[in-house]
T-cell receptor
Framework: AQKITQTQPGMFVQEKEAVTLDCTYD???????LFWYKQPSSGEMIFLIY??????QNATEGRYSLNFQKARKSANLVISASQLGDSAMYFCAMSSYSGGSNYKLTFGKGTLLTVNP | DAGVIQSPRHEVTEMGQEVTLRCKPI?????LFWYRQTMMRGLELLIYFNNNVPIDDSGMPEDRFSAKMPNASFSTLKIQPSEPRDSAVYFCASSFGGPSSYNEQFFGPGTRLTVL
């Protein structure tokens, strides 16, 4: 079974500092995708970044980067130069094969990030 | 461009009543997903459709839950009869090209359901 583990229920970071949110996954499929979503207090789910299992380079999107270590099955999110607006719940998710030609997205429990001024 | 639209945004109902949640996916997207989010269980996939056909409903909790997608621009999730333990935020998401390892899902704003 596919599994996503986020071991940090909550994290604190000072404004303008960098922060790493941990994510490990478990799958036996060779083809999968890893996503990070942000959920602010308003409740919507906002896509941040994607990493494919065959991608050779770590994904980057502005201040977000994904530290992908395939052998260790980890896909940590790095947020550089934290801003107060980064305070939110962050979810790691994995898209993996679920039969036929279909894939499912499995989410971790999330990490609540608080950025302090 | 309009994103995924869900209605209602909030629903308060009494136990035993029928509840219908609605979703309009992003135009051109051909995969639609229904999720439920609770504090205890996190974000769970309930069912997903590809080209209006239900592909996997293994996440639907029980027979009280049903979902339909009569056309490419509309889907409903119905709970009948509702119970207090159904209280949660229900998200609809859509993507283009089928659920694959690389297709980003776009989420709607969610419907917060409270069953008294």
């Amino acid at each position: 079974a596919q599994k996503i583990t986020q071991t940090q229920p909550g994290m604190f970071v000072q404004e303008k500092e960098a922060v790493t949110l941990d994510c490990t996954y478990d799958t036996s499929d060779p083809s999968y995708g890893l996503f990070w979503y942000k959920q602010p207090s308003s409740g919507e789910m906002i896509f941040l970044i994607y990493q494919g299992s065959y991608d050779q380079q770590n994904a980057t999107e502005g201040r977000y980067s994904l530290n992908f270590q395939k052998a260790r099955k980890s896909a940590n999110l790095v947020i550089s130069a934290s801003q107060l607006g980064d305070s939110a719940m962050y979810f790691c998710a994995m898209s993996s094969y679920s039969g036929g030609s279909n894939y499912k997205l499995t989410f971790g429990k999330g990490t609540l990030l608080t950025v302090n001024p | 461009d309009a994103g995924v639209i869900q209605s209602p945004r909030h629903e308060v109902t009494e136990m035993g009543q029928e509840v219908t949640l609605r979703c309009k996916p992003i135009s051109g997207h051909n995969s639609l997903f229904w999720y439920r989010q609770t504090m205890m269980r996190g974000l769970e996939l309930l069912i997903y459709f590809n080209n209006n056909v239900p592909i996997d409903d293994s996440g639907m909790p029980e027979d009280r839950f049903s979902a339909k997608m009569p056309n490419a621009s509309f889907s409903t999730l119905k709970i009948q009869p509702s119970e207090p333990r159904d209280s949660a935020v229900y998200f609809c998401a859509s993507s283009f090209g089928g659920p694959s390892s690389y297709n980003e899902q776009f989420f709607g704003p969610g419907t917060r359901l409270t069953v008294l």
